[in-house]
């Protein structure tokens, strides 16, 4: 047994993954998702790609892409400006997918990481399942040529949840 599997199953014994990701990701293939590097497409095609489909500025489209290629984004800006459909477009010119969620005002950590039921289950939270989602894809990617390469997370309207009780635990 390697030591990567050991600590997989340490981890389900101790129950920290959850009822669903059980269901759904073979333990013994998780550890098979941390080595995958995302492919970057050519940053001139992301901007070619997303410019072709909607109107944005050049400039806005170079860093949003850079920022995802970093790691994470957060597009800010007034209602009605195009932040959704740009998110939809960088993660089609990604070849991810996108998971979609919009926070509220009554979001606590039981909506974005999860908890435990009453029935000795658990239910995922927004970003747990899509931390799973994304494993999956990663997964299926292995085993199917054109499948999707990630998935990612779109947290609509961040601003609106309380950002303490919702992702304090995060983070």
Not at 32 to 42: G, I, M, R, S, T
Request: hydrophobic residues 45%; glycine residues 8%.
């Amino acid at each position: 047994m390697t030591e990567s599997q050991q600590s997989v199953d340490e981890l389900e014994e101790s129950g920290v993954f959850l009822t669903a990701a059980r269901a759904r990701v073979k333990l013994d293939e998780i550890a098979l998702v941390a080595p995958q590097e995302l492919v970057l497409p050519k940053l001139e095609e992301v901007v070619k790609r997303v410019r072709a489909k909607g109107i944005f500025d050049e400039s806005a489209v170079r860093a949003a892409a850079v920022g995802l290629a970093a790691g994470h984004l957060i597009l800010s800006g007034p209602p009605g400006t195009g932040k959704t459909f740009l998110a939809r477009l960088l993660a089609e010119a990604f070849e991810a997918t996108l998971i979609e969620e919009t926070a509220n005002p009554e979001w606590s950590v039981y909506d974005t990481i999860g908890a435990p039921t009453v029935d000795g289950g658990n239910v995922d939270g927004s970003v747990t399942a899509a931390i799973v989602e994304c494993a999956v894809t990663v997964i299926e990617r292995g085993k199917h040529a054109g499948h999707p390469q990630c998935s990612w997370l779109l947290i609509d309207e961040f601003n609106r949840a309380e950002i303490d009780r919702a992702f304090g635990s995060l983070f």
